[in-house]
């Protein structure tokens, strides 16, 4: 057993008002405001948890939904790039309507109380065409990305018309939209001109004229009417940030499909799974190079990686684990702030000029983006995982965000391909706070970490987790434990396990942790605080001055404690599983839970469970409803052995659609799809196995999506071409891989011929899924 040691002593992080002139009050006398650690809404310290999703890659009849989805995973910002060439392709001939209706977005995220930060550009990138610039700028007797007077005249003209669409949505009136990106990674980053793709290959300038620049775009924007308190522009890679204006935006990412358009054969560790301090310390950091004092305003981030698409000289499945990793390596260095890029996925729109507004090394719609929310709607295995990190941090914002980063010795000197020692770190507030432990590593494999402890050093006592014997975590698992916490008098000593939320109910506190997979659950008390334990699924010992509680592993469990002062407390502990299922909410000013194998959408009216296949829906929920619960009006028979938890079974309609699929060639097949196959489904989903090269869908000629082959099953989402695919059905090909290929140039006139010895392109399986709803209460 590994015993590793941390001094924890004399943490009190200095906090601060930020020397900013960042902030505002709106009409309705709420403010927002910023520490040099954290953003405050109405003098309370405020977790931002922030997603990216594009609204004109999106289907406008899908929206709410999604909005939806994104709240229920504890996102309370919507980012949103405001694409240039996708609302004026053709110069002076704007376009607000159906899917790039900016205003029907803003005011869908406003009715379910998710809060928007607006990303102006006029400069994007996000994988779209030039960047986002419009074709007709190219060429142009003037300089793009800079204080060139003739380029601003076209910047100001897009600013007038975006504020157009937003005025009444601002923060200022009583509206969402609380901040306000000013050009992305300026005089960092750039992209190809795709109208010299495969010619002269010339790039869109990087920029210039620096932070002048960022200021003078900040002014125009104000000039016509987009006031928010809070600007921001990307900080990574030395971009232009002047932190008197704006608030600079951080972020990461593990797997890089750009590197492969150079000479790089294979794709480094990085070091973004390594602990690292972002706040106290002014040493640069790897991907965090910041050029002002570190600690005068807080680290934020937009852009960690959520997803990664598919370039084609890039073709990788993106680890789920990744992403939560990823958002306890930030939070643990300090960020009270986190964005995700992609949070959700979408498709690229076509052009009435120029067919596809894609960059060419991605597919031409598909921008699925491997996002925790897939490019039609799919819940993924890191939406879950994160959505339990959010509750917490949400839930514990007030306490939580004080907690300052403290690294143990030689921690952010870690080499990633070290998989032997362990990778922690802590933030704490006092006596108290969080231990922070990872075992994922992009492109490595890493070994489970078994029989280990670790022993804080604090002002008034060392603290042994766990007491006695070790713990273990399983590779690929991160998790969050806390110490000294109290909970309504109690204090938490430790627990081996990670808290994901809390609940009042009838007087009586609850809280819910659950067991990252490899621990085994303990949780230890202050003896003296206790007056008497009750515990269903363990049991209790005293060592030493402390009550230690272990729980069972494979099942639920809740300890009821009475405190001295007469508190009741209540913890349930659950299993890896359930916590990938759990989800809390507030529907008509109650709290609840519920775990369920199902997705739950919640809107001011009623709960919907959204489902694939035909098992039934199991379903556990707390507090219980006095009048049970009802499916589609049916009310549900309760199950035994639900513990804190009422349990119900729903049953659900078997729900097949055979397809009427004829294969021409291997790599070649028509699809029919009847009427019928449509009715009452949400979305259906044709799934494809194949290999090859690249995946194409269309329907009389016109490419619906398509999908660079990873080795994962190709999604199509068919219902927005619903009439289209009754009428005229659909063809599915695959490109080959080609080996040994070359091009034969022999003729004395202009011809050529590509040959390949081998090609390999075959369609191995073909599905489709119905997505459906139904309403529980």
């Not at 990190?389 to 403290?406: A, M, N, W």
Request: net charge negative.
């Amino acid at each position: 057993m590994t015993n590793y040691r941390i001094a924890v002593k004399n943490i009190k992080k200095d906090i601060y008002p930020a020397n900013t002139t960042l902030g505002g009050t709106n009409k309705n006398g709420e403010d927002i405001r910023f520490t040099n650690y954290y953003m405050l809404r109405n003098g309370e310290s405020f977790f931002g948890i922030c997603g990216e999703f594009h609204y004109s890659r999106y289907h406008c009849e899908q929206w709410e939904d999604e909005i939806i989805k994104m709240k229920m995973g504890g996102i309370n910002i919507i980012a949103t790039y405001i694409f240039w060439n996708h609302h004026e392709e053709e110069q002076g001939k704007f376009v607000w309507e159906g899917n790039k209706n900016l205003r029907r977005f803003i005011e869908l995220c406003g009715k379910h109380g998710v809060n928007v930060i607006i990303r102006i550009g006029p400069f994007d990138h996000g994988e779209v065409r030039n960047g986002g610039l419009p074709d007709w700028l190219f060429g142009r007797p003037f300089e793009l990305r800079a204080n060139d007077e003739e380029y601003l005249v076209y910047v100001k003209r897009l600013y007038k018309e975006i504020s157009h669409q937003v005025q009444g949505l601002l923060f200022k009136d009583g509206g969402p939209i609380i901040g306000t990106q000013l050009e992305n990674e300026h005089q960092h980053s750039a992209a190809p001109w795709e109208m010299t793709t495969g010619t002269s290959n010339e790039w869109v300038t990087g920029g210039n004229d620096g932070e002048d620049h960022i200021k003078r775009l900040k002014q125009l924007a104000i000039e016509v009417g987009i006031e928010t308190p809070i600007y921001t522009c990307t900080g990574w890679g030395g971009a232009s940030a002047p932190i008197d204006e704006v608030l600079p935006l951080w972020g990461g990412y593990a797997y890089w499909p750009w590197i492969f358009y150079g000479d790089v054969k294979e794709h480094p560790a990085t070091p973004e799974y390594i602990f690292r301090d972002f706040h106290n310390n002014e040493k640069e950091n790897y991907g965090f190079e910041a050029r002002y004092d570190t600690e005068s305003i807080p680290f934020a981030c937009a852009e960690m990686g959520g997803g990664m698409t598919v370039f084609y000289k890039y073709r990788f499945k993106l680890p789920f684990a990744s992403v939560d990793a990823m958002s306890e390596m930030k939070v643990a260095g300090g960020c009270n702030f986190v964005g995700y890029y992609m949070f959700h996925g979408g498709s690229n729109p076509k052009g009435k000029k120029t067919p596809f507004l894609n960059e060419t090394a991605t597919p031409k719609i598909s921008y699925d983006y491997q996002a925790a929310i897939g490019e039609f709607g799919q819940i993924r295995e890191s939406y879950k995982r994160l959505k339990r990190q959010h509750y917490f941090y949400k839930d514990f914002e007030d306490i939580f965000s004080k907690t300052k980063t403290v690294l143990p010795e030689g921690a952010d000197a870690i080499d990633p391909h070290d998989v032997e020692t362990l990778r922690y770190a802590v933030r704490a507030d006092g006596n108290s706070g969080f231990i922070f432990i990872n075992n994922f590593q992009d492109h490595v494999e890493m070994n489970d970490q078994n029989e280990f402890s670790i022993t804080l050093s604090l002002d008034e006592e060392e603290l042994r987790v766990p007491k006695r014997d070790s713990i273990s975590l399983a590779k690929d698992t991160c998790c969050i434990l806390p110490y000294n916490l109290d909970l309504n008098g109690c204090t938490l000593k430790y627990s081996t396990t990670q808290l994901i939320t809390k609940l009042e109910h009838d007087g009586e506190m609850y809280y819910f942790f659950f067991m990252p997979k490899g621990m085994s659950g303990e949780y230890s008390f202050d003896a003296t605080e206790i007056e008497k334990i009750q515990i269903d699924g363990g049991t209790v010992e005293e060592v030493e001055g402390h009550t230690i509680l272990k729980v069972h592993e494979h099942a639920m469990s809740t300890i009821k404690l009475i405190s001295s002062a007469g508190e009741k407390i209540n913890i349930c502990t659950i299993t890896e599983e359930d916590a990938l299922n759990f989800w809390k909410f507030t529907f008509k000013g109650k709290e609840q839970i519920v775990i369920t194998n199902a997705n739950v959408l919640v809107d001011e009216d009623h709960v919907r469970l959204e489902y694939t296949g035909s098992d039934d829906i199991e379903m556990k929920v707390f507090p219980h409803e006095s009048g049970g619960f009802t499916a589609n009006g049916k009310v549900l028979e309760e199950k035994a052995g639900g513990g804190l938890f009422k349990q119900y079974q729903i049953p659900i309609s078997p729900r097949t659609v055979n397809l009427d699929v004829t294969m021409v060639k291997e790599n070649k097949a028509k699809i029919n799809v009847r009427a019928e196959d449509f009715e009452d489904v949400k979305e259906l989903l044709l799934q494809i196995d194949y290999v090859g090269d690249i995946g194409y869908a269309f329907i009389d000629g016109e490419l619906i999506h398509d999908n660079f082959c990873n080795n994962d099953t190709w999604d199509v989402g068919l219902k927005a071409h619903e009439k289209e695919l009754v009428e005229k059905g659909m063809y599915v090909y695959i490109s080959p891989i080609k080996g040994d290929s070359f091009v034969k140039s022999d003729s004395p006139m202009a011809a050529r011929t590509e040959i390949a010895q081998n090609q390999i392109a075959q369609i191995q399986s073909m599905q489709a899924t119905p997505v459906r709803e139904i309403r529980i209460f």
